[in-house]
């Protein structure tokens, strides 16, 4: 069973950049497409990113598109989140997340995934 560990998350004035990663173990790490989703307290779980098994295909939230950056390494077995020009708005809790079955990115972002990270907290002041 692959296990998924989220780092890099941070306080940051509003404006900056900051890098997520994602680290796997425990499974093929390329037989998997894989996501990143972010949750405010109290509020539904949002998709972020996701990228195909190879890397070849990227999918974005409109509210992120342009700003974030999505990546995978499969010889590190390892996912990055690349965000920049950061707003208060993308506060959260950020988790990635990865699905052997899944079709499309499209799905992928619907949320229903095999197996998902701890989180890691991003904070953007004003």
């Known amino acids: 069973q692959v296990q998924l560990v989220e780092s890099g998350g941070g306080l940051v004035p509003a404006g900056d950049s900051l890098n997520l990663s994602c680290v796997a173990s425990?499974?093929?790490?390329?037989?998997?497409?894989m996501g990143w989703f972010r949750q405010v307290t109290g509020k539904e779980r949002e998709f972020v990113a996701a990228?195909?098994?190879?890397?070849?295909?990227?999918y974005y939230a409109d509210s992120v598109k342009g700003r974030f950056t999505i990546s995978r390494d499969n010889g590190k077995n390892a996912m990055y989140l690349r965000m920049n020009s950061l707003k208060v708005e993308d506060t959260a809790v950020y988790y990635c997340?990865?699905?052997?079955?899944?079709?499309?990115?499209?799905?992928?972002?619907?949320?229903?995934?095999?197996?998902w990270g701890q989180g890691t907290l991003v904070t953007v002041s004003s």
């Open positions: 990228i195909s098994w190879l890397g070849g295909n990227t």
């Open positions: 997340a990865a699905d052997s079955k899944v079709r499309t990115l499209e799905m992928l972002s619907w949320g229903h995934l095999e197996v």
């Open positions: 425990g499974g093929t790490f390329s037989s998997f497409a």
